[in-house]
């Protein structure tokens, strides 16, 4: 009787035993999944970065040819002139040449007044409720300016940034300035249609934190840390870590929970006029990612070294079994 009690202690342990090291194993492959995961959702978000980089790039490059291009009109002597007509018809001569396409270009006299433009109508109005024309107006050296991000009074639900430059007659004298604007959908047309694949997001973000461009318009022109964006995007330690990125210039990538998606998200900074900074940030569904032929080698690896572990342990415990019935018919 005793041998029995015994023997079916025995077979009850060991089914304990096997319970849980099903269980623990359960809990390892768990973590060690989601260790792989995040692996492969990093390893892409490096190769994502690359392509975050490249856009930041080019949108350095769009600006740094808008501001030349006002550079070289500042200088031509019927643009110097306060002669409207003239002006005018050297403006239409010019817009047409340097492809400036949707954005308008005007000159502004030293009383804030557009004094001739390539769009007729606002000729005559006055700008010098603009900070940005306070400012190159007030600096003693005239230095060029980029605005932050102002609606469209021309064209309806579109934001741009207003580029200008100081235009000096033949004494040295300051006399004036000529605009033109970088229009924020513009970039979204040239930049992100092409190199951004289906499930892949591009977002612009101002130094001062402000998002300049969203494909959810309702953000745009919302501060990165108000709580609009929190309530949008949630709250976490990995935005947090994306917020400051942004915030201090930083290029990165963080992987983001949003509403219960991951997103892998890259950013990079792109210098875009003196002393002026806007960071891209590219952002993927994961859910939609399909993972690459290392990560599914890397979980058939671990399915494989689990099922091997458990066909090990399963042995040891009935030999173990074995082992110890024999030596109770012994006894």
Same mark, same amino acid.
């Given at each position: 009787m005793r041998t029995e009690v015994t023997m079916k202690q025995a077979t009850s342990r060991?089914?304990?035993?096997l319970?849980?090291?099903?269980?623990?194993?359960?809990?390892?492959?768990?973590f060690i999944l989601i260790a792989a995961d995040d692996s492969h959702y990093y390893e892409t978000g490096e190769s994502q970065l690359i392509l975050t980089r490249s856009i930041a790039r080019q949108i350095e490059t769009h600006v740094a040819g808008t501001y030349d291009k006002l550079i070289t009109i500042s200088n031509v002597p019927e643009i110097r002139e306060s002669n409207t007509e003239q002006c005018n018809d050297k403006l239409q001569e010019l817009y047409a040449?340097?492809?400036l396409v949707p954005s308008a270009i005007s000159r502004t006299g030293k009383d804030y007044v557009r004094d001739c433009s390539t769009i007729r109508s606002v000729i005559g109005s006055n700008v010098g409720e603009y900070e940005y024309a306070q400012k190159i107006f007030n600096d003693p050296l005239h230095a060029s300016v980029m605005g932050r991000a102002l609606p469209s009074i021309i064209y309806k639900d579109r934001y741009f940034i207003p580029v200008v430059v100081p235009i000096f007659d033949e004494n040295k004298k300051f006399s004036g300035t000529i605009g033109s604007a970088v229009y924020l959908d513009e970039l979204k047309e040239k930049y992100f249609g092409t190199g951004l694949a289906e499930n892949m997001r591009a977002v612009i973000i101002d130094d001062d934190d402000i998002i300049l461009y969203?494909?959810?318009?309702?953000?745009? #022109?919302?501060n &990165?840390?108000? =709580?609009?964006?929190?309530?949008? @995007? #949630?709250?976490? &330690?990995?935005? =947090?870590?994306?917020?400051?990125? @942004?915030?201090?210039?930083?290029?990165?990538?963080?992987?983001?929970?949003?509403?219960?998606?991951?997103?892998?998200?890259?950013?990079?900074p792109a210098s875009v006029f003196a002393g002026r900074r806007w960071t891209v940030v590219v952002t993927t569904s994961v859910n939609t990612t399909t993972l690459n032929e290392h990560g599914k080698d890397m979980r058939n690896l671990i399915y494989t070294l689990v099922l091997l572990l458990n066909a090990f342990f399963t042995l040891i415990l009935v030999a173990h079994f074995q082992w110890h019935s024999k030596k109770q018919k012994l006894f």
């Open positions: 060991t089914v304990v035993a319970a849980a090291i099903i269980i623990f194993e359960a809990i390892v492959i768990n040449q340097f492809k969203h494909p959810n318009k309702e953000l745009i #022109g919302k &990165i840390y108000s =709580d609009v964006v929190a309530d949008f @995007v #949630g709250d976490s &330690i990995a935005f =947090d870590k994306l917020k400051n990125g @942004v915030s201090a210039g930083l290029s990165g990538v963080t992987i983001v929970d949003i509403n219960g998606t991951k997103h892998i998200e890259s950013y990079a």
